[in-house]
């Protein structure tokens, strides 16, 4: 990459980008961005820096990664549509790119809508700016091409995506709040893969966003290299939206920390929040996955059981769950999902022919919908029971069986990624911790299967349940363990275990 200006010029010279990222409300960005291309700061700009990076020394050449943690409205995204069009407009990259190859600067955002809030910045920047609607050739409502073979684009936050082509920089919008159901670690699988791209034209990574949950790559980068200890080459900031932008009103933020000090510490206050942590690792759900199986076919002597999260066909999935118990281990045999749009009649009655090939006319699920799931399973001759536990309880329940490894689950990937993205968030009141999918997430498939395990795993106390169907059987069946049981009974008792424990919740 070659310079044809200075950063520092473009970002203050109302000629060129200072009209955009002009004023006091934007100082520490423009100097972050000064900063993150290698230029050197005056003494004030200095003291700027080392307030947000905790650095006392700025980069002597452009860093590698400038990652920017900051409350909401601190200018994140403008400040970083301004670089984009700097890097792509005025910087020579004819040198890193291949015999008629053009350089792609993406843009990754967790939805189209995010990502379009800063092409909407770039568009207007290559349209209402003269010098930079002079370089621009053709712009689109996902493109902006420009006459020196650069094209800015935006790109879905996927890693399956984001290969094949060279970035001469690539800009990554709210990566901490990145989820994806066919990923247990979307965040670091995307930046990963996209990564190589930018090798050979020595292009940066640009993320920003507003602090979230402890866990992710964002969390992780700001443990590592946030402070005097970090590599130089990757440069973190942090601070709260006032220190970014003054211009903010406390009276907002001072009504925020009111309403919720949790959610507006991370949301204002630039600070990853600590009510929140991960429900699970993707190591323990590896761990209990069976790979390669997608389904366990029916089996005759198994006593089946299943869960059901409904749903009416708008944002969510109507799933399904079935297993059996197997030496004290939940045994996922089948897991179905319906994805929206669709009618709940056309599911449930899908739905009951599979319950009926394990032999199945009952299934439990949760109030949703009240008479009307009842109603369209009885249709189709299945009785639907209403749980009086809520998602959060049956996910509460389910977390010890996946720590013992108490469960074997089917190698699905929407399932494993679910399970993975769920948060735990702490009761501020001494009630028990909420348990449920990110904003913006989903938790059907994690719902069905923990609703399912958490009824036929989730109590240990096997003397009490024996003796529950010691009194079920008359009150003369000996207790298992004996030696002198021999196969046939301890199969039948088995049997009872299972259907006793299908019509009992228990939350170990």
């Not at 230029?39 to 860093?63: D, F, G, H, Q």
Request: with cysteine.
């Amino acid at each position: 990459m070659k310079k044809l200006i200075t950063a520092r010029k473009a970002l203050t010279d109302n000629g060129w980008l200072g009209t955009v990222l002009g004023g006091d409300s934007f100082a520490v960005m423009r100097v972050l961005l000064i900063a993150a291309m290698g230029e050197k700061l005056t003494a004030s700009e200095l003291a700027i820096y080392t307030e947000v990076t905790k650095r006392l020394e700025a980069p002597a050449e452009p860093v590698e990664e400038c990652h920017v943690i900051a409350g909401r409205r601190s200018g994140k995204t403008l400040g970083t549509a301004a670089i984009a069009a700097y890097i792509a407009a005025c910087c020579d990259h004819r040198d890193a790119l291949g015999l008629g190859e053009r350089g792609v600067l993406p843009i990754l955002a967790a939805s189209m809508q995010q990502a379009q809030t800063l092409m909407n910045f770039a568009r207007g920047i290559f349209t209402d700016i003269p010098r930079f609607a002079a370089m621009a050739g053709s712009i689109t409502a996902d493109t902006i091409s420009l006459k020196n073979r650069v094209d800015i684009q935006i790109r879905p936050a996927s890693f399956r995506t984001i290969r094949g082509f060279s970035a001469v920089a690539v800009i990554a919008e709210e990566a901490s709040m990145w989820q994806s159901d066919d990923s247990r670690n979307p965040d670091k699988e995307i930046l990963a893969a996209v990564k190589p791209s930018l090798a050979t034209t020595g292009g940066q990574l640009f993320c920003i966003g507003s602090p979230h949950a402890r866990r992710g790559e964002m969390w992780r980068t700001y443990q590592k290299h946030f402070g005097p200890t970090g590599n130089p080459a990757i440069l973190v900031a942090n601070g709260p939206t006032k220190l970014f932008n003054p211009t903010i009103k406390q009276s907002v933020i001072d009504r925020a920390y009111e309403d919720d000090a949790s959610v507006a510490a991370s949301e204002w206050g630039g600070l990853f929040r600590n009510d929140l942590e991960s429900y699970v690792s993707p190591e323990i759900v590896d761990a209990c996955t069976v790979k390669g199986v997608a389904q366990i076919e029916f089996a005759k002597g198994r006593s089946y059981v299943a869960h059901v999260d409904p749903s009416g066909g708008g944002q969510d999935s109507f799933t399904l769950a079935i297993g059996h118990v197997e030496d004290n281990v939940g045994v996922l045999d089948l897991l179905l999902e319906k994805r929206p749009p669709f009618s709940p009649e056309e599911v449930v009655i899908e739905f009951c022919e599979a319950l009926k090939t394990y032999e199945l006319h009952e299934v439990t699920g949760d109030r949703y919908g009240a008479g009307f799931t009842v109603e369209l399973f009885g249709k189709n001759g299945v009785t639907y029971r209403h749980s009086e536990m809520t998602t959060s309880d049956y996910f509460g329940g389910f977390l010890p069986i996946l720590n013992s490894r108490r469960v074997q689950l089917l190698d699905h990937r929407r399932l494993a990624a679910q399970l993975c993205g769920l948060e735990r968030r702490a009761s501020r009141v001494g009630a028990k911790d909420s348990i449920g999918h990110p904003p913006g997430g989903h938790d059907d498939l994690a719902a069905s299967v923990a609703g399912l395990m958490a009824r036929i795993v989730g109590n240990d106390n096997w003397s009490e349940l024996w003796g529950k169907f010691d009194k079920a059987l008359g009150g003369d069946s000996p207790l298992p363990g004996r030696e002198d049981l021999d196969e046939d009974t301890r199969a039948a008792l088995q049997a009872r275990a299972a259907r006793l424990r299908a019509q009992h919740t228990f939350i170990g």
